[in-house]
């Protein structure tokens, strides 16, 4: 019967009329809804980033070596993402989870550099409502920390589903599909580290 | 355990579900009938029956801002509300009307007949269905609490700064509103997720794009502007709340900010939001007109590709609604270009209808009546509508009522003629009772008299200036002989009267049919679409077996052949007939998704999260708290008997099981 079972799970996409599994055709949705979030985010910022009132201009606390660094380690965390759906989809538990949890301690690393990097700028005097250009950066960036995080609770979520049960063809979907996410939120970061830190206001 | 549906002839054995999944051990409801089975229901047609009757009961609500409205401008000086409340009057009234009864009118017949439309069982995800629904609610209460808990919002529906700001608009009330439609809005992302994949994946065998009904298409186009748009006003929607809450000044020209980015965030997604609001109800007089005419939809390509132009170019002119704050001469040339040019597809559409009509055999039901009215009242919003597009001619129009007419003519006349078209239509479908045609035939006159009565002399009112949000207007300042505005404002009031008496006729008649309505006949209409096939109400699993599409109008074309000979359709089967066939040869092991409580669970997290944002952070943490259980809850809880042999081995591809997301 189990096997039965899984059969039916697996054959499940083939039915549908795009070919896309329900699951992964509302993902990507999702995800076009999303770019249009950040879309509005970042254009707020980039209407605002020169608006600095009496607080500190953009040039003057941007670290770029640091930012660098921790989008490098942003990135680093999609491929490790990649390794994890492809032992998803062999069916390997063990390294499923092993990338599953690195790639979940990458985004806890970017995470925490950011924190990092919200508490300096606080100290040097950008706070949330210092000026229109501190508050469209909180916004922005702060968004999209958030939506690490929320990524970060995924990820670690699935690993505990996965420890306590073999994993099947929609679960190796999940992992898929938390994998289409993680590069999104990862891609978002490039289009952010480029405009807000790169182009000088 | 599941609601297992099979033959009647075969003894039902005891099936045991196997969870496929041990982690969790959330029991799952399982309540067949009775308050429960409503509560935690993912049936697609029971969340449709909610979806209308909490999108009723909002109607009524807002028809009770309006009439309070006309009763403070019938006359010189009124004196029913004082300024204050009426800017909250004319504020909620607009929310309510656009936010709380037409997309969820909307999102009631999309999710009814949107599934039986295209032959499936359900929707893609039926626990998110749940979802939508209820977070709908709770975002519904979270916008109407604010009437109790020291003021609802005040600042138009558009809330432009400065009135959304602490100085304008010192009470909550503008809190309680971006929270609530916050939270509508993530309903509103949700659901139209849910129908897109639904559409784009669950069609019955041989239902290609291009046979699928009118009203599923647009719908489909519906949710594709809700998909784009929405995230677009919950930007604009946090950024406010950050600047009312916690010190932001994202719109507060006095610290530097621009006013004018909320206009664009609201207007780029308040723009296809018009078009997410008449779609619907072009989709449904789509249905009526050619089922009552007894003809085809004439040129079904056109009004497919023009319903989807509508959605793509609209777009492309949300700053037609910002003229008058001084755009530049290239903006206001561009949008004012896109906006004539949208009016070309919507009059595609509108000949298309007349010349369904035209040389049919017209069978003037109350459903028919209310699709010819639609079809007369929107030409005339549209008209009036065009003349926004003139950049002069509109910044003598911005903020007069001649605006009020033109969108009172397209949403009134238009949509919701158009939703109560399809009340009357597909009522013997979902009740399986008639509505009264000699009360509904009340109904029709006195609703399209009162509306006329009611937004016609507004073009009059506003030609001659009288400003929109205006609590009250002196005799000193109103004119004589044809234009004085005390006639004319009289007029609409007495108006208004007249359209909520037409709406009570309707309430009346529901009630009334729900007592003593006649049985309905399972084809009563001679109807063309697939929906028919089903019996009414239909069942739980919708079809006894999935149909097989050849055409369009599938439902129809069974019904009819062509006589080669002479070229006309000849009836070879009767409707009814071929439901009660599809009865006899039912599928086995139909197996639909069991009941869940964690939709509105997490509803009320997310209710009470939102309040948070208000009541301080301990409210917060509990409403996050809420949110975490039913999210594990929701992901951990077993799944149905989904891989039990109860299944059909093969698989039709539309027996659901609950995907773990879903």
Redesign the interface.
């Known amino acids: ?2 096997d ?3 059969h ?2 697996t ?2 996409g083939h ?4 070919g ?4 992964k ?3 990507w ?2 995800l ?6 950040f ?3 970042i254009s ?1 910022y980039m ?2 980033r020169g ?1 600095v ?1 009496n607080g500190p201009h953009p040039s003057a606390i941007y670290d770029i070596p640091f930012t660098s660094v921790s989008s490098f380690v942003l990135l680093m965390s999609s491929l490790t993402m990649v390794l994890a759906v492809t032992s998803a989809q062999r069916g390997d538990d063990k390294k499923t989870s092993l990338w599953l949890i690195v790639t979940a301690l990458l985004g806890a690393t970017f995470i925490g550099g950011q924190v990092y990097e919200f508490t300096t700028f606080y100290r040097e005097g950008l706070g ?2 210092t ?2 250009f501190g ?2 950066f909180y ?1 922005l960036t702060g968004f999209h920390g958030v939506h690490v995080s929320v990524g970060v609770i995924f990820l670690l ?1 699935t690993m505990g ?1 996965i420890k ?2 073999r994993i ?1 063809g ?2 190796a979907e ?1 992992v898929e ?1 938390i994998g289409l996410y993680w590069h999104f939120v990862d891609i978002v970061w490039i289009v952010i580290f480029t405009l807000v830190y790169l182009i000088p206001a | 355990m599941a609601i297992i549906e099979r033959p009647s002839t075969e003894v039902a054995a005891p099936v045991v579900a196997t969870p496929s999944n041990s982690l969790g051990g959330f029991k799952r409801p399982m309540m067949e009938s009775g308050w429960k089975s409503w509560l935690f229901t993912v049936d697609h047609k029971k969340i449709g029956i909610m979806y209308g009757v909490s999108a009723m009961f909002f109607f009524i609500v807002g028809g009770v801002e309006a009439l309070l409205i006309r009763l403070q401008l019938a006359a010189p000086n009124g004196k029913v509300l004082n300024a204050d409340v009426y800017n909250q009057m004319f504020t909620m009234h607009a929310t309510t009307m656009i936010f709380l009864f037409a997309m969820p009118m909307a999102a009631a017949f999309a999710n009814y007949f949107l599934p039986l439309q295209i032959g499936a069982r359900d929707v893609a995800f039926p626990r998110l269905n749940a979802l939508s629904l209820w977070l709908l609610i709770v975002g519904g209460v979270v916008l109407n609490a604010s009437w109790f808990l020291g003021g609802a919002a005040d600042g138009g529906w558009f809330m432009y700064a400065p009135n959304s700001g602490p100085i304008f608009s010192p009470s909550n009330g503008v809190d309680f509103w971006t929270l609530g439609l916050q939270i509508a809005g993530i309903a509103s992302l949700i659901g139209s997720i849910n129908l897109i994949v639904t559409v784009l994946n669950m069609r019955a065998p041989g239902m290609s794009l291009m046979k699928m009904p009118v009203f599923t298409w647009m719908i489909l186009v519906v949710q594709f502007l809700l998909v784009f748009s929405l995230p677009v006003i919950t930007v604009a929607l946090v950024l406010l709340m950050f600047q009312r809450s916690y010190g932001a000044t994202f719109f507060d020209a006095s610290a530097g900010g621009d006013p004018l980015l909320w206009q664009h965030l609201f207007w780029i997604f308040g723009h296809p939001e018009v078009y997410v609001l008449i779609l619907p109800s072009f989709g449904i007089i789509s249905e009526v007109l050619p089922t009552f005419a007894r003809k085809p939809l004439f040129g079904y390509p056109f009004v497919v590709f023009s319903g989807a132009s509508i959605g793509l170019v609209g777009f492309g002119v949300w700053a037609h609604h910002m003229f008058a704050t001084g755009l530049g001469p290239v903006s206001v040339a561009v949008f004012s270009i896109a906006t004539m040019a949208i009016a070309i597809p919507t009059g595609v559409k509108i000949f298309n209808w007349l010349l369904t009509m035209w040389g049919g055999k017209i069978w003037y039901t109350t459903a028919m009546k209310f699709a010819i009215g639609l079809v007369l009242l929107f030409t005339v919003g549209g008209l009036s509508g065009v003349t926004h597009s003139i950049a002069p001619s509109d910044t003598q129009q911005t903020d007069t009522y001649y605006i009020v007419a033109h969108f009172h003519y397209v949403l009134f006349g238009g949509m919701v003629f158009g939703l109560f078209s399809g009340f009357y239509y597909w009522w013997p479908k979902v009740f399986g009772k008639m509505l009264n045609e000699k009360m509904g035939s009340w109904n029709f006159w006195l609703m399209f008299f009162g509306m006329n009565l009611t937004f016609g002399p507004m073009h009059i009112l506003g030609l001659q200036g009288q400003p929109r949000r205006m609590y009250i207007w002196t005799e000193a300042r109103a004119g004589e002989g044809f234009f004085n505005l005390g006639f004319w404002n009289m007029v609409a009031s007495v108006g208004s009267l007249i359209l909520a008496i037409g709406v009570l006729v309707f309430l009346i008649n529901a009630f009334y049919t729900w007592k003593k309505g006649p049985k309905a006949e399972l084809d009563p209409w001679d109807a063309r679409t697939l929906e028919w096939l089903a019996t009414s109400p239909p069942k739980a699993h919708n079809f006894d077996r999935i149909p097989v599409v050849h055409h369009l109008d599938e439902f129809f074309h069974r019904k009819y052949e062509e006589d080669t000979a002479t070229h006309t359709m000849r009836k070879v089967a009767d409707g009814a007939d071929l439901v009660r066939a599809e009865e006899a040869a039912a599928d086995g092991h139909i197996h639909l998704p069991s009941p869940s409580y964690w939709p509105l669970v997490l509803s009320i997290g997310v209710g009470v999260l939102g309040l948070g944002v208000i009541y301080g952070v301990p409210v917060m943490v509990v409403g996050a708290a809420v949110i975490l259980l039913a999210s594990y809850g929701w992901v951990l809880e077993p799944s149905v008997a989904a891989d039990s042999e109860l299944d059909p081995p093969s698989g039709d591809g539309h027996t659901k099981e609950i995907a773990p997301l879903g």
Do not use: P
């Open positions: 019967m189990a039965v079972a899984v039916h799970e054959d499940h039915h549908s009329s795009t896309l599994s329900n699951n055709l509302a993902m949705l999702f076009g809804s999303e770019c249009l979030l879309g509005g985010l707020t209407l605002y608006r009132s949330f409502t000026s229109l508050s469209s916004a979520s589903i306590k049960n099947t929609t679960k999940v599909l």
